[in-house]
């Protein structure tokens, strides 16, 4: 392995890493340590592309941005946004030389990349101790599969969880999600999975359920499965602190909860009001919360989606009671505009606050959590990933590098706004870079109202990602497939899912077999300019290229073949369009229930034929497409 590692200080355990690498002596002369904080230097010479940094907003090239790494819980991802909800510390600057970095650190990092000086990468790290691991030489593919095998293996869920997966906050009753079942089995639409989000439990107190909307829930998923659906159910963070209730009671007695800093249980409040948190970072305390997921395993459940774990703080008590103190000052006041703004946010910066992060305590008070928060929502996933029964579907929204192996992830509460469309797209290979492979976005977009075209066109691009899953908020309008006028439109493009399913997961499970991505930019194949700075296609596999339309009102859209490639559009059971076409810019026509895709020069596609679901798919070839 081509990889130097370098430590400085005493570093926290994060177990990113499955390799050991000897460290070296001597710190390069680009890393600096000094005064309780590191930061390292890298030149950027005109041509450099910067890759990387996982779930982050910005193109495919990250350079000329500043990033954050700090899992938030921020459902806004506008483009000045420099966190979201992972923490990826992994990038590859690529020119003549090209060089890898990954900072094992899992507190804030703050990331210039070529911002205020434009030659420059100036990268600080809020803290005394970490490990940085440098890859050099070879081709950006190499530097990561060094970096991927470094990390260790990713998770791959079951060939179901590749099917079709519809969601909402929430279907909050039985007799909704029958509904949401026929209407999709009514439009001939495939489906293989119903989301149950928070209001399947008895007041969103997890591993609880809510019989008089989901009376014997045993028999419920049984029946639902003998149809060939799946219940997913989401399982939160925090325990809702009651008395009487037994996941709380247990925690507290045996000390399974996160501390403040006088010693007692931390308590904010989330969906379930004020709540403990599970110390995820003490392994019997993960194990406990672990094995509670098996009460629903036990009733049949063969996936979670597990959520709010930055993890997510609405207010804690003593946020809360601070700004009601704070604002009675305000009474009678003559309020200017500042002061008003200054009054407003009292309330409004209660959430996620660093005040409360830094009055949270791991492992008996001796972590602050605010010096690991990045490592929060990871360690519960593995905390439920090596509780669950092998082949349990598992995915989550707070990540950090380490949490790949045990889970994949989702990125979050996106907007139905055409942009996001691209964002997801331009998200795919970095987050591949740093490890997770079953990955997707809110498909149609979570806050916001879709349309019909935002949808088919997301629908579009959605149909490749390895979790193809329609959700959306509580409030917006109703965006199941078949809600929309003409739903076999939306039968076609998703038909075509289940045709690619055979090679989707196979591409899957080897890209995460042999550490390698599984959407790649183009820049990474080809050496011509445009593909080097192409933001709005991608590779998939070695045999395809996609480039979805990402706008509105628009029948089609330019697209760059880096090559000869053969061009294709599938729909429902059919292959509707085929034509060579030459290395060159060129315009395609896309219709709303059709699949644009390339094929490469020389390479083959299998299709199998579509299905009703993944459980009666015959996955045998029924015709190839050729490039
Ligand atoms: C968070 C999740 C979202 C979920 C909602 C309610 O916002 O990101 O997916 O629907 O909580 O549980």
Redesign the pocket.
């Known amino acids: 392995m081509n990889i130097k590692k370098y430590r400085i200080g005493n570093p926290f355990t994060t177990e990113a890493t499955v390799i050991d690498i000897p460290i070296e002596r001597e710190l390069p002369r680009y890393i600096c340590a000094e005064d309780s904080k590191i930061s390292i230097k890298l030149p950027l010479e005109n041509e450099d592309i910067i890759y990387g940094l996982g779930e982050q907003m910005g193109g495919i090239n990250k350079r000329g941005r500043k990033y954050k790494s700090f899992c938030s819980d921020d459902?806004f991802h506008t483009e000045d946004k420099e966190a979201l909800y992972g923490a990826h510390n992994f990038f590859v600057v690529s020119g003549k030389e090209k060089t890898g970095c990954f900072i094992d650190f899992p507190g804030l990092i703050h990331w210039d990349m070529g911002f205020e000086k434009t030659d420059e990468i100036f990268i600080s790290v809020e803290g005394d101790s970490a490990d940085i691991y440098i890859i050099e030489g070879g081709s950006e593919q190499e530097i990561i599969k060094e970096f991927r095998i470094l990390i260790g293996k990713s998770y791959i869920p079951p060939m179901w969880a590749f099917g079709y997966q519809q969601s909402r906050?929430s279907y909050p009753n039985k007799e909704t999600v029958n509904r949401i079942i026929e209407g999709y089995e009514q439009a001939g639409i495939p489906l293989d999975t119903v989301y149950l989000?928070?209001d399947y439990m008895d007041n969103y107190k997890d591993f609880t359920i809510n019989e008089k909307s989901f009376p014997d829930f045993k028999n419920y998923v049984k029946e639902l499965k003998s149809k060939g659906i799946r219940l997913i159910p989401?399982i939160?963070a925090g325990i809702k602190c009651e008395k009487g209730f037994d996941v709380y009671e247990e925690g507290v007695s045996n000390n399974y909860f996160c501390k403040d800093r006088n010693g007692n249980d931390f308590k904010a409040a989330v969906?379930p009001g004020i709540c403990c948190f599970p110390d995820y970072l003490k392994p019997e305390a993960r194990k406990w919360f672990g094995h509670k997921f098996l009460s629903l395993t036990d009733m049949g459940i063969e996936g979670f989606w597990i959520?709010?774990n930055e993890p997510a703080i609405f207010f804690s008590q003593e946020g809360f009671d601070s700004a009601v103190e704070a604002v009675k000052a305000y009474n009678g006041e003559d309020l200017d505009c500042w002061k008003y703004f200054e009054y407003r946010d009292k309330f409004s910066k209660l959430s996620n606050s660093t005040n409360d992060y830094k009055n949270m305590y791991h492992l008996e008070g001796k972590i602050n959590h605010y010096n690991v928060h990045n490592l929060y929502g990871y360690m519960m996933t593995r905390g439920v990933s090596e509780s669950l029964p092998k082949n349990t579907l598992l995915f989550s929204?707070a990540s950090y590098i380490g949490s790949h192996r045990y889970g994949g992830i989702w990125t979050?509460?996106n907007f139905s706004w055409w942009s996001h469309i691209l964002l997801n797209l331009r998200m795919l290979p970095s987050l591949n870079m740093c490890g997770y492979i079953y990955t997707g976005a809110?498909c149609g977009g979570?806050n916001g109202n879709a349309s019909r075209e935002l949808l088919l066109r997301w629908l579009q691009l959605s149909v490749f990602t390895p979790l193809l899953r329609n959700?959306s908020?509580i409030g917006t309008r109703n965006q199941e497939a078949f809600a929309f006028e003409n739903p076999q439109d939306f039968r076609d493009v998703i038909q075509v899912r289940y045709r690619l399913i055979p090679y989707l997961y196979n591409l899957a499970k080897n890209c995460a077999e042999n550490a390698e991505m599984m959407f790649k930019p183009l820049g990474f194949e080809y050496e011509d300019k445009l593909s080097k700075e192409c933001d709005d296609q991608v590779l998939l596999g070695d045999e395809i290229m996609i480039a979805p339309i990402y706008s509105q009102n628009k029948t089609g859209r330019m697209v760059y073949l880096p090559e000869e490639m053969t061009f294709y559009k599938l729909s429902g059971n059919r292959v509707s369009y085929k034509e060579k076409m030459n290395k060159g810019l060129h315009h395609i026509v896309v219709e709303l229930n059709e699949v644009p895709l390339f094929v490469r020069k020389g390479k083959k596609v299998p299709l199998s034929e579509t299905a009703k679901n993944v459980d009666s798919l015959d996955t045998t070839v029924s015709e190839y497409l050729e490039g």
Request: aromatic share 18%; hydrophobic share 40%.
């Open positions: 459902p906050w989000d928070i989401i939160d969906w959520d709010m929204r979050g509460d809110d979570f959700h908020s």
